[in-house]
């Protein structure tokens, strides 16, 4: 037998599935043997049946976010199962919420947030994806958690232990952002009066009328995160790019700039 475990090259390809949980700062890996991944987007609306009107009027609340995940944790060794016994058990102490006494009662004093990050599929897009978990962990809280030994692979059973040769885990995750989402309407830019000054007043009003007008009929952009959806940044790049010329090459937040300025006049130059 190998005495080397042949899947560690997930690790060395950062294919691993990271926890982090925020008050306690302990955090559990796991190699990313994915048999499940999943994203759901919930429109929240509340609907009003107005008397005399065939449709009810409807309100929206917002957009919520969730993930499900489920993956296999594999023992290469007996050393191998008695280590995922303890990670398993780790990210279910991570659920768990944090207490203080007060009067000889326990009562809750922090709540069990979670940070999840998966290569570059899962992460806190305002971040990106280069850091850790800690530092661009996408935040939220695991709303369930299942832990299932695989009992037809057996178990490694030194004395009266048992320790499963395989366990699956799946995980349904509540995406708490930490920056706004959602299409942001553009404002004009008026020229600088530096500007202003060289090409003359009514030049400069007929330029800032412009400008205006453009900004009015635009349609809106994406917000101040163009990629929080790492799976959407090929898609976004291709409508900005209808916009603008000469954007093959550039970085996403410079095409999404570059959309922006094509409107707005927001590089102030060459009208």
């Given amino acids: 037998m190998a005495d080397y475990d042949l899947t560690d090259i997930l690790e060395e390809k950062g294919q691993t599935l990271q926890f982090y949980q925020t008050f306690a700062g302990i955090d559990v890996s796991f190699k990313a043997f994915l048999t ?4 759901s987007f919930a429109c929240n609306w509340s609907a009003e049946s107005i008397y005399g009107r065939p449709d009810p009027i409807q309100s929206f609340n917002g957009t ?4 499900t995940l489920a993956w ?3 023992a290469f060794s007996q050393e191998d199962a008695e280590s995922n016994l303890i990670k398993t058990s780790t990210l279910a102490r991570m659920l768990y ?3 203080t006494s007060v009067d000889n009662s326990n009562t809750i004093s922090k ?3 979670i940070k999840l990050k998966f290569a570059n599929l899962i992460y806190d897009a305002s971040r990106g994806p280069g850091g850790d978990v800690r530092t661009s962990g996408l935040l939220g809280v695991i709303k369930s958690y299942s832990w299932a030994p695989a009992i037809e692979e057996g178990f490694f059973d030194p004395g009266n232990q048992l320790f499963p040769k395989l366990i699956t ?3 349904g995750f509540d995406v708490l952002h930490q920056h706004s989402l959602g299409w942001e309407k553009q404002q004009a830019v008026p020229l600088s009066d530096e500007r202003r000054d060289r090409i003359g007043v ?3 009003s007929a330029i800032d009328e412009r400008r205006a007008s453009n900004a009015k009929t635009a349609s809106p952009v994406w917000g101040p995160d163009a990629n929080l959806f790492p799976w959407s940044v090929a898609v976004s790049r291709a409508n900005t790019r209808i916009a603008i010329d000469n954007t093959v090459g550039s970085t996403n937040e410079q095409v999404a700039a570059a959309a922006v300025n094509n409107v707005t006049g927001m590089e102030n130059n060459n009208e």
């Fill in 111 to 113: 709540a069990p947030l």
């Fill in 72 to 74: 296999k944790v594999p």
């Fill in 169 to 171: 885990l799946s995980i």
């Fill in 36 to 39: 499940q991944y999943s994203e």
């Fill in 97 to 99: 919420p944090e207490y």
């Fill in 64 to 67: 919520s976010r969730s993930l």
């Fill in 202 to 204: 009514e030049r400069a």
